[in-house]
């Protein structure tokens, strides 16, 4: 009887339930769009802050500046690199080059702290890396020509060949003319990676497209991965060997960032990054992993507090100095539009109850005469919020199809975000303030701007809050027509037929 009641109503109520489930089918599918939007958002976000310290890391330990104390001498400055050339008369037209290796921002930990870092509570893994810039200078020296003065002011003959870079006129007259040099100066970064740790580190943010990765038996293995955009102006490949401070190293394989920039150009097992900077058993920063994501503030604490002259930075903190299109549009999903859907729903579920309430007024005899026939008061009311259940229902199943359309058509366009991130100054640590390969602490390194493509996902988690809204909404308008219902008396019929 409550089912056969139920369909009959529908069928002759469509367009009072067509209105009411079309307003919470608008407030459930801006709940869709929106969430799914934020999560496109965090996705967004966290594919920009994995280009900067890698997959499954949780916080960095990088050295803390030293802040001299009030009247203390000020720490000496790191001394600047410097090139020295023999120009011998049998270098001329030879090519020279040297390399100077550099431990970025000059400041670097004692490979024993990794160690002491993972035995704090809530670590689950610590890894070390060094992160090294290289400045590269090449070029060749070229004699001149020695022209001799032939007394009367003038030039004649060619002469003898000068010292390079035009020496000083040779005895007996004459000046030198020609010769020179012509060196260039290139610079590239170089990590050092702890390569029994492939699941840890900046080398997790980018993918092998050609060749392979390090082997864990490689730890002192003059071996190297290049990323792709290096490879490409090098013009090198799986195979190749590359020179760095007279050392050479295989090229086993080409690393390509999946967020469109790498960490570092050249890949290096650890040791032998040391090795190069004269760094023995030092890292610049120490990528970790926590066992519960949700406790970085209390393993942050621990860190701090036990592993003195550290600073410790976590994927929270780093992402606070994400800005541009990105932080705003994530700024108005989270902000605007979670307010805009809360707002939505509460008027659509107060229009749904008023609509309701409403229509029961307009059947006053009917229902009046079913309780003269026999029905109690909760059976009418059981009738109302069946109906009104069932309206939510298709309003939610509206809203689904209409927030699955919004949310699709949100990733077919792909809207690009730009995110903007804070250089590392004194005491970020590195890259964008983590302590990253392209930084460390105590240099000052420009703003670094990367763009992401916005998708918007849609999780069952997501559809399910529909179907609870949906739900919720005929329930809440199920109780104002019920409640109008059930005071309802069999009188009231009888006045409205007279």
Same mark, same amino acid.
């Given at each position: 009887?409550?089912?056969?009641?139920?369909?009959?109503?529908?069928?002759?109520?469509?367009?009072?339930?067509?209105?009411?489930?079309?307003?919470?089918?608008?407030?459930?599918?801006?709940?869709?769009?929106?969430?799914?939007?934020?999560?496109?958002?965090?996705?967004?976000?966290?594919?920009?802050?994995?280009?900067?310290?890698?997959?499954?890391?949780?916080?960095?330990?990088?050295?803390?500046?030293?802040?001299?104390?009030?009247?203390?001498?000020?720490?000496?400055?790191?001394?600047?690199?410097?090139?020295?050339?023999?120009?011998?008369?049998?270098?001329?037209?030879?090519?020279?080059?040297?390399?100077?290796?550099?431990?970025?921002?000059?400041?670097?930990?004692?490979?024993?702290?990794?160690?002491?870092?993972?035995?704090?509570?809530?670590?689950?893994?610590?890894?070390?890396?060094?992160?090294?810039?290289?400045?590269?200078?090449?070029?060749?020296?070229?004699?001149?020509?020695?022209?001799?003065?032939?007394?009367?002011?003038?030039?004649?003959?060619?002469?003898?060949?000068?010292?390079?870079?035009?020496?000083?006129?040779?005895?007996?007259?004459?000046?030198?003319?020609?010769?020179?040099?012509?060196?260039?100066?290139?610079?590239?970064?170089?990590?050092?990676?702890?390569?029994?740790?492939?699941?840890?580190?900046?080398?997790?943010?980018?993918?092998?497209?050609?060749?392979?990765?390090?082997?864990?038996?490689?730890?002192?293995?003059?071996?190297?991965?290049?990323?792709?955009?290096?490879?490409?102006?090098?013009?090198?490949?799986?195979?190749?060997?590359?020179?760095?401070?007279?050392?050479?190293?295989?090229?086993?394989?080409?690393?390509?960032?999946?967020?469109?920039?790498?960490?570092?150009?050249?890949?290096?097992?650890?040791?032998?990054?040391?090795?190069?900077?004269?760094?023995?058993?030092?890292?610049?920063?120490?990528?970790?992993?926590?066992?519960?994501?949700?406790?970085?503030?209390?393993?942050?604490?621990?860190?701090?507090?036990?592993?003195?002259?550290?600073?410790?930075?976590?994927?929270?903190?780093?992402?606070?100095?994400?800005?541009?299109?990105?932080?705003?549009?994530?700024?108005?999903?989270?902000?605007?539009?979670?307010?805009?859907?809360?707002?939505?729903?509460?008027?659509?579920?107060?229009?749904?109850?008023?609509?309701?309430?409403?229509?029961?007024?307009?059947?006053?005899?009917?229902?009046?005469?079913?309780?003269?026939?026999?029905?109690?008061?909760?059976?009418?009311? &059981?009738?109302? @919020?069946?109906?009104? $259940? *069932?309206? =939510?229902?298709? /309003? #939610?199943?509206?809203?689904?199809? +209409?927030?699955? !359309?919004?949310?699709?058509?949100?990733?077919?366009?792909?809207?690009?975000?730009?995110?903007?991130?804070?250089?590392?100054?004194?005491?970020?640590?590195?890259?964008?303030?983590?302590?990253?390969?392209?930084?460390?602490?105590?240099?000052?390194?420009?703003?670094?701007?990367?763009?992401?493509?916005?998708?918007?996902?849609?999780?069952?988690?997501?559809?399910?809050?529909?179907? &609870?809204?949906? @739900?919720?909404?005929? $329930? *809440?308008? =199920?109780?104002? /027509? #019920?409640?109008?219902?059930?005071? +309802?008396?069999? !009188?009231?019929?009888?006045?409205?037929?007279?």
């Amino acid at each position: 009887m409550f089912f056969t009641y139920l369909r009959r109503e529908l069928r002759r109520r469509r367009k009072a339930a067509l209105v009411v489930a079309s307003g919470l089918a608008l407030g459930i599918a801006l709940v869709i769009v929106v969430s799914s939007v934020s999560s496109g958002m965090g996705k967004a976000q966290e594919k920009v802050l994995q280009s900067l310290y890698g997959l499954g890391t949780d916080m960095t330990v990088t050295k803390a500046v030293e802040v001299p104390e009030e009247g203390a001498e000020r720490p000496e400055r790191p001394e600047r690199p410097s090139f020295s050339f023999d120009a011998q008369d049998e270098d001329s037209g030879e090519e020279q080059s040297t390399d100077r290796v550099m431990v970025q921002g000059f400041q670097s930990l004692a490979g024993s702290t990794v160690d002491k870092v993972g035995e704090q509570s809530g670590v689950a893994d610590a890894v070390g890396g060094l992160s090294l810039q290289v400045v590269k200078v090449s070029g060749e020296f070229t004699r001149g020509q020695v022209q001799q003065d032939d007394g009367s002011g003038g030039s004649g003959g060619s002469g003898r060949e000068g010292a390079p870079g035009g020496a000083a006129p040779s005895e007996g007259g004459g000046r030198v003319q020609g010769g020179g040099a012509d060196f260039e100066v290139n610079s590239y970064s170089v990590y050092g990676t702890d390569v029994t740790e492939s699941e840890l580190g900046p080398l997790t943010s980018s993918g092998i497209t050609d060749g392979r990765t390090f082997k864990a038996s490689e730890t002192d293995a003059k071996v190297a991965v290049v990323d792709s955009a290096h490879a490409k102006e090098k013009e090198l490949e799986t195979g190749d060997t590359v020179t760095v401070k007279s050392t050479k190293f295989k090229i086993i394989g080409i690393a390509t960032a999946e967020s469109g920039d790498a960490a570092a150009d050249l890949y290096l097992p650890l040791k032998q990054a040391q090795t190069l900077a004269d760094a023995e058993d030092e890292v610049t920063t120490i990528y970790v992993r926590a066992t519960d994501s949700q406790q970085l503030g209390s393993v942050k604490s621990a860190i701090r507090k036990n592993v003195s002259g550290t600073t410790v930075t976590t994927s929270a903190d780093l992402a606070d100095t994400v800005s541009g299109s990105l932080s705003t549009a994530s700024s108005l999903a989270t902000g605007v539009g979670t307010w805009l859907s809360a707002a939505v729903l509460v008027a659509a579920f107060l229009v749904a109850g008023l609509l309701t309430s409403s229509a029961v007024s307009r059947r006053v005899r009917e229902f009046g005469t079913l309780k003269a026939l026999g029905w109690k008061s909760g059976r009418v009311t &059981g009738q109302v @919020v069946g109906e009104a $259940l *069932v309206h =939510g229902l298709i /309003g #939610g199943a509206l809203g689904i199809a +209409l927030g699955l !359309a919004g949310a699709y058509a949100v990733t077919a366009i792909s809207p690009t975000l730009q995110a903007e991130l804070a250089g590392g100054g004194a005491g970020a640590g590195g890259r964008g303030g983590m302590g990253g390969p392209g930084g460390g602490p105590g240099r000052e390194a420009a703003a670094k701007t990367l763009e992401v493509a916005l998708t918007a996902p849609v999780s069952l988690t997501t559809v399910a809050l529909a179907v &609870g809204l949906a @739900v919720a909404g005929g $329930l *809440v308008a =199920g109780a104002f /027509g #019920g409640w109008r219902a059930s005071r +309802l008396r069999p !009188a009231d019929a009888l006045r409205r037929v007279a």
